[in-house]
Structures are given as structure tokens and as C-alpha cells.
């Protein structure tokens, strides 16, 4: 089984680091990095670059696509070469996925249009833009249209380990989960809007104005 995970300039590393631990682990599963060329493509902030080993016209038909997210994600909207090839290869995928602002792509092409759909919390907007619904929810499935959103960053992995349960089975995906020892735990409760809002000590507004200030100084 063939699954591709496209790379931008400016992509969010775990978007596709996250899924590609979880996935790259069941044998009957290859993992290809792609991109517009063949080779090194650089993170969001510069420090990490990852090989794309193939373009998207060298994968036409793959069998499923984990589109991360980024800033990066937002010329994408518009690259006509990009959105043609999501269209096409959607057409014989057996899931079509992404996480974070991968979805502002996915909708780009006209795939979510009045479905619920995720993104990171962020860009809602953006994505309701599109025509999608956006929720909270942190994966959303319309398995009948063989699409799965995940929302921001860490996500991906929630979404792969249940991407695995459905192309394998629920043992593989338990598998997976253990061999990469996912089992958070963390040091805070401000993983959700929701949970930022209600237990963040320097309160819900203060908190989400400081992680606004903090990301545009990263980009």
C-alpha cells in the first residue's frame, strides 16, 4: 500500500513526522515523502529539512495522502498544479487525509465542501471559507467520502493510529501505539481551545494573545 505524506516550503514538521512514526511501522505500508521536485524542503522556521523522494506527478494514483499542514499550506490554495493533482488522485485514494491546515488544501480543492471538517483552531475561517463546517473535533471522519481531517500538529498522530485500524486492523493500530510509547501524559491542561480557556493560569484571553504573539514571531 502506497501512502504519500506532501512536502511544501514552510510545512509543519510533526504534521508529517507524526503520522509517517505511525504509519511507516506496518510492513505492508510504504511511505513516500513528496513535493513539486525531488529533494531537500525546509520546515516552517528553517531548522529541519526533509527529503521528498518524489513528485506529485511520479504518484498519480497513490492509495492514500496525509497532507500536512503549515503556513506553507497557504500559496497552495491557489497552485493549480497542487489542487489538479489532489482532485485526480482523491478519485481512486481508499482515504484522503490531512492535518492541521492541510485541510485549507483539501478544501481548496473542493473536497470538503459542506462537510465538517478540522483544522487547528487557528483557522477555522479559513477553512469555513472553503465551505467546510469546522468543529473542534480532533478527527473527523466521512468515511463514506473515504476523507479524514485531523486538527492541529499532534493530532496527525490520533488520526493515523485510527488510519491504521482501518486499513489493517485494530491490532496494528494498538501495535504501533505501543512500539512508539504513545501514551500522554502532559505537564499541562492547555491542549485544547477549550481546556486553554477554562484551566490556562494566565487566563483564556491573555493566554491565546500570547500564542498569537509568540507564532508570528516564529514565521
Known amino acids: ?12 514538521a ?28 525546509r520546515s516552517e522556521n528553517g531548522f529541519l529539512g526533509i527529503t521528498a523522494d518524489g513528485t506529485f506527478d511520479d504518484f498519480p494514483r497513490p492509495d492514500v495522502i496525509v ?7 497557504r500559496p497552495l490554495e491557489h497552485d493549480d ?23 485549507l488544501v483539501l478544501g ?12 487547528h483552531w487557528s483557522c ?16 473527523v471522519e466521512h468515511l463514506d467520502r473515504r476523507i479524514i481531517t485531523a486538527a492541529g500538529v499532534s493530532s496527525g498522530i490520533d488520526m493515523a493510529l485510527r488510519l491504521v485500524e482501518l486499513l489493517v486492523d485494530r ?16 505537564p499541562f491542561q492547555c491542549g485544547s481551545t477549550a481546556n486553554a480557556t477554562a484551566n490556562a493560569s494566565a487566563g483564556g484571553d491573555a493566554l491565546t494573545q500570547r ?6 514571531l516564529r514565521q
Open 1 to 12: 500500500m502506497q501512502i504519500v505524506i506532501p512536502l511544501f516550503p514552510k510545512f509543519t
Open 211 to 216: 500564542v498569537i504573539e509568540y507564532a508570528q
Open 14 to 41: 510533526l504534521d508529517g513526522i507524526g503520522p509517517y512514526e505511525v504509519l511507516q511501522r506496518i510492513p505492508s505500508i510504504d511511505v513516500t515523502f513528496i513535493g513539486h521536485q525531488r529533494g531537500e524542503i
Open 171 to 186: 491490532t496494528a493500530a494498538e501495535a504501533a501505539q505501543w512500539m512508539i510509547e504513545y501514551d500522554p501524559q502532559p
Open 124 to 139: 477555522y475561517p479559513e477553512l469555513e471559507a472553503h465551505g467546510a463546517l469546522p468543529t473542534a473535533q480532533r478527527v
Open 81 to 103: 498544479r497542487v489542487l489538479d493533482w489532489v482532485r485526480g488522485a482523491h478519485e481512486t485514494t481508499t482515504f484522503t487525509t490531512s492535518v492541521c491546515t492541510g485541510s
Open 108 to 119: 481548496a480543492a473542493g473536497l470538503l465542501t459542506g462537510l465538517t471538517a478540522t483544522t
Open 67 to 73: 497532507f500536512p499542514g503549515g503556513v506553507g499550506t
